[in-house]
């Protein structure tokens, strides 16, 4: 297993003065799975103690390990409408990623970087209606 945490790809200095695109890219499949390949799926989820919507992190871990991205952002949608946006803003490295066991190491799992990962994908790929779970039936 891997240890290192996968850095996130930031866009070219040359790209960012000619423009006002996200420095940060965001992973790619290929890395968003290896990010998750880290998670040592804890018994006791503490990560999951520090996010303040309750978040099945390690659920939604394995889905993207799996790779069942679609899936992965509706199951942070139980509880998060935003993931997208909470990937990218939420102070994760204070909360979730700060209760990771391997934060004693100082390479805690980049918890919200696969948060942004997920949330993209369902924006770029939504699910059709039949894949998501509904509780109402419809």
């Known amino acids: 297993m891997k240890l290192e945490p996968i850095a996130m790809p930031e866009a070219d200095a ?10 940060n890219q965001g992973y790619t499949e290929e890395l968003a799975r290896a990010e ?16 303040p919507v309750d978040v099945d992190i390690p659920a939604f871990i394995k889905l993207i390990r799996e790779g069942k991205y679609s899936q992965a952002g509706l199951k942070i ?9 909470c990937g990218r803003v939420c102070p994760q490295e204070q909360q979730c990623q700060a209760e990771c066991v391997l ?16 949330g993209d994908y ?17």
């Open 14 to 23: 040359t790209d960012r003065l000619a423009g006002f695109g996200e420095v």
């Open 36 to 51: 998750a390949e880290r998670c040592l799926e804890c018994k006791n989820a503490p990560c999951r103690a520090g996010c």
């Open 77 to 85: 949608k139980e509880t998060n409408a935003f993931p997208a946006i």
């Open 103 to 118: 934060a004693k190491q100082d390479k805690p799992i980049n918890i919200g970087y696969l948060e942004r990962f997920a």
């Open 122 to 138: 369902l924006i770029a790929s939504p699910p059709e209606q039949a894949e998501r779970p509904d509780s109402s039936g419809y």
